[in-house]
T-cell receptor, first 113, second 112 residues
């Protein structure tokens, strides 16, 4: 049982480089989310997708883009990474509907130098 | 958007009940209360959720006050592995779905 798989688990990146964090789920969940977690700030929502083909902005979307070409995949792209994007990134998914329980991946630790 | 307030940290003796409080005085009638926890640097884990009735599952119990302005998560017999950050969240509805906004949470330290 895989659930949600994120890749890479850790990456060091030079500022200005492009980076895509991958997220795949095998639970056929409609909704998917990207959060970032910084010390003292908790988890903050970057982007979300309620269903394949649609995306929306969360609390901190600037500098990030997402796509949802199919149900399983929800990649997060940093077009030109900056040091303030150093963070731990968590992907999550949920069944659309009343309960809304989120299932999280194990995170991707990104360091931008 | 409803906001939650939790104590920054709590200690609990191993084997005892851990009672984690949460205030959500501006909660709307159709908003659920969710509890998640995050152990070390792992992804957050769902624990339990409720609307107005008390709830219990294999992990914990959730007690929601009658006016819904506060709630308490109860871990009946805390173990060392329950040491984690516990997040109380009120679900915010979006146009087609729902998102969860995480605050700073409560650091629970279970001590032997």
């Amino acid at each position: 049982i895989a659930g949600i798989t994120q890749a890479p688990t850790s990456q060091i990146l030079a500022a200005g480089r492009r980076m895509t964090l991958r997220c795949t789920q095998d639970m056929r969940h409609n909704a998917m989310y990207w959060y970032r977690q910084d010390l003292g700030l908790g988890l903050r929502l970057i982007h979300y997708s309620n269903t394949a083909g649609t995306t929306g902005k969360g609390e901190v979307p600037d500098g990030y883009s997402v796509s949802r070409a199919n149900t399983d995949d929800f990649p997060l792209t940093l077009a030109s990474a900056v040091p303030s994007q150093t963070s731990v990134y968590f992907c999550a998914s949920s069944v659309e509907g009343a309960t809304g329980e989120l299932f999280f991946g194990e995170g991707s630790r990104l360091t931008v130098l | 958007d409803a906001k939650t307030t939790q104590p920054p940290s709590m200690d609990c003796a191993e084997g005892r009940a851990a009672n984690l409080p949460c205030n959500h005085s501006t909660i709307s009638g159709n908003e659920y209360v969710y509890w998640y926890r995050q152990i070390h640097s792992q992804g957050p884990q769902y624990i339990i959720h409720g609307l107005k009735n008390n709830e219990t599952n294999e992990m914990a119990s959730l007690i929601i006050t009658e006016d819904r302005k506060s709630s308490t998560l109860i871990l009946p017999h805390a173990t060392l592995r329950d040491t984690a950050v516990y997040y109380c969240i009120v679900r915010i509805s979006m146009e087609y779905g729902n998102k969860l906004v995480f605050g700073a949470g409560t650091i629970l330290r279970v001590k032997s």
